[in-house]
């Protein structure tokens, strides 16, 4: 099962008992990991160019 079905059925769980605060956990790491890479990807034209289409779609989710 992939990473993404995995933290998506943690999530429902979280939201369905109402425990918001690990609900939100996800989305903090993957906020942490956007910023990581847009930090060290600077001066890097191969890496820019690897990362350009799914970075976007991050920072959509966060």
């Given at each position: 099962m992939p990473v993404r079905q995995i933290a998506l059925i943690n999530l429902r769980r979280h939201a369905y008992v109402r425990q918001f605060k690990p609900a939100r956990a996800p989305a903090h790491m993957l906020g942490a990991v956007t910023r990581d890479i847009?930090?060290?990807?600077?001066?890097?034209?191969?890496?820019?160019?690897?990362?350009?289409?799914?970075?976007?779609?991050?920072?959509?989710?966060?």
């Open positions: 847009t930090r060290k990807r600077a001066g890097r034209p191969k890496m820019v160019e690897a990362l350009a289409p799914p970075l976007p779609l991050a920072r959509r989710v966060r």
